[in-house]
């Protein structure tokens, strides 16, 4: 449909929607997304930085959500919904999910209905709110267009043509998740410690030269570095986490992947094959009896969980078979092997507040820039779910 098929106004100076998308296209630019967040997320940056939706539409979003749920509820995976709001009626549609295989988001689906509902209503649309729901906020980064881009245009459009105002609610930020989360890629244990060391860019690249002169890691920039020690002062350092990978590894040894490769220095120290294949054994068999530890998923500080696996090792029996010097060194490897294990989560859990700042960073900047100018036919946020009625959908 064309906006000379209706007789419905067309408010808008056909350069303001031209402005508005060249502007925000450029945040498809990786180069000039990733600075512009680092140049926000300074130490001036709120903590809690976001956008939210008026009141109103919170309400309707609400009101909605409600609803949808009634109908079967979507559950906890990704999805969308649409809702058009007419002064007769409302007509709601969804949920729709994703289908990754075609390269299709669930918001597109959302949009595909939406349109052919306005597309129906035709003049009758004019003066309608557009409701469009999706659980984590529409993405700023793929093949094909963005969704977040895809829906600003959309808005611009439908209200071009429809005479229509689009709200767009999210439960979650998600930002750049997936090419950009590789940012923070390099922030391991030991650039976490050297961070942690030092006051500021130029003291920690220097504790980088002293303490990791051979490290396959450059230090990180100033600006990352920058945001990494604002987390860690923040409190992250005594941040309680679970040693539990949060995506759950076929292979169930494979977090003490260090335990071995510590055993195999022992046996570099010219044991014979016969105590080697004990040895292996033993420490086999003591990672495994270990693993509880693991999957209880209790949540401690760093400093307590490598505690608990000194306890652990300590008391742990070997068989009778194992003479003492081969328990000493198994113990010892296990010890290593498990703090190995211990830093490694903390500087993966760190990576991922890490990310989801930057990306609450990009969606919010993203919004106020689109929102600034164009109250007129959109607005974007995240909805204020009410305390406990939607507690697997907070994100922090
Ligand atoms: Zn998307």
């Avoid at 997320?41 to 409600?66: I, Q, V």
């Avoid at 014979?272 to 054994?281: G, I």
């Avoid at 401690?300 to 078979?321: I, K, M, P």
């Avoid at 779910?385 to 959908?393: A, H, Q, T, V, Y």
């Amino acid at each position: 449909m064309h906006a000379g098929d209706t007789d419905v106004r067309v408010p808008e100076e056909p350069g303001d929607a031209d402005a508005l998308l060249s502007r925000i296209s450029s945040w498809v630019d990786t180069r000039y997304s990733v600075r512009k967040v680092l140049e926000h997320w300074g130490p001036d940056a709120a903590r809690d930085a976001d956008t939210f939706l008026s009141d109103r539409a919170n309400r309707r979003f609400l009101e909605l959500h409600a609803d949808m749920a009634e109908e079967g509820g979507p559950g906890e995976r990704q999805h969308s919904w649409a809702a058009v709001e007419t002064r007769r009626e409302v007509v709601m549609c969804g949920p729709y999910y994703p289908d990754y295989g075609r390269g299709e988001h669930s918001e597109d689906r959302a949009v595909r209905q939406t349109e052919e509902l306005l597309a129906t209503e035709g003049v009758r649309a004019l003066g309608s709110d557009v409701f469009i729901f999706t659980r984590s906020s529409p993405c700023l980064d793929r093949d094909t267009q963005p969704c977040m881009l895809h829906l600003v245009e959309k808005a611009l459009e439908w209200h071009a043509l429809y005479g229509v105002r689009t709200h767009i609610g999210y439960a979650r930020s998600w930002g750049f998740k997936g090419n950009k989360e590789a940012l923070f890629r390099e922030v391991d244990f030991q650039q976490l410690e050297c961070v942690g060391l030092s006051h500021d860019h130029d003291s920690y690249v220097e504790a980088m030269a002293k303490n990791c002169p051979e490290g396959n890691l450059g230090p990180l920039s100033k600006d990352l570095f920058g945001a990494v020690k604002r987390m860690l002062d923040a409190g992250s350092k005594g941040l309680r986490f679970s040693l539990k990978p949060a995506t759950q590894e076929p292979n169930r040894k494979s977090c003490f992947k260090s335990v071995e490769s510590c055993v195999s220095e022992c046996e570099e120290g010219g044991a014979s094959e016969e105590e080697r294949k004990a040895e292996t054994k033993e420490a086999d068999a003591m990672a495994e009896a270990a693993q509880e530890l693991v999957s209880e998923g209790t949540l401690q500080n760093l400093r307590e969980h490598v505690e608990r696996g000194l306890t652990f090792a300590r008391d742990y029996g070997f068989s009778s078979q194992t003479d003492e010097t081969a328990g000493a060194e198994v113990r010892q490897a296990f010890v290593r092997g498990w703090r190995d294990m211990a830093e490694g989560r903390y500087a993966e859990v760190i990576r991922e507040r890490l990310t989801d700042d930057f990306n609450r960073h990009v969606t919010h900047l993203f919004s106020q820039d689109v929102v600034k100018l164009d109250k007129e036919y959109i607005q974007i946020g995240r909805i204020r779910f009410s305390e406990g009625s939607l507690p697997s959908l907070e994100d922090r």
